[in-house]
């Protein structure tokens, strides 16, 4: 069983920083590819950032420049550095993972940015 538990979510004011950690546990997987995704009130859900455990990172354009994603393969971790945020960050931000065998997401993490 895999459990995915995110942290650092929060409200900040624009152009404020924040950064998300998802701690991976139980049978994740040497090969495998992590990454957050958001979903904002009446939107669907969209990739933000995805990092395999190489280190090949993917990201959408609304965040490149301002979101990095890096990872701690002995720790099971990825982490979300987020920069300049905007309004239209605003929203909930979740974990995924992909292993050769399946996909796992986390109960994700809040992520409020105010005008």
């Known amino acids: 069983q895999v459990q995915l538990v995110e942290s650092g979510g929060g409200l900040v004011q624009a152009g404020g920083s924040l950064r998300l950690s998802c701690a991976a546990s139980?049978?994740?997987?040497?090969?495998?590819?992590m990454g957050w995704y958001r979903q904002a009130p009446g939107k669907q859900r969209e990739l933000a950032a995805t990092?395999?455990?190489?280190?090949?990172?993917k990201y959408a354009d609304s965040v490149k420049g301002r979101f990095t994603i890096s990872r701690d393969n002995a720790k099971n971790t990825v982490y979300l550095q987020m920069n300049s945020l905007t309004p239209e960050d605003t929203a909930v931000y979740y974990c995924?993972?992909?292993?050769?065998?399946?996909?796992?997401w986390g109960q994700g993490t809040q992520v409020t940015v105010s005008s």
């Open positions: 990092i395999s455990s190489a280190g090949s990172t």
């Open positions: 139980g049978r994740i997987f040497t090969s495998n590819v």
């Open positions: 995924k993972l992909n292993t050769p065998f399946s996909n796992h």
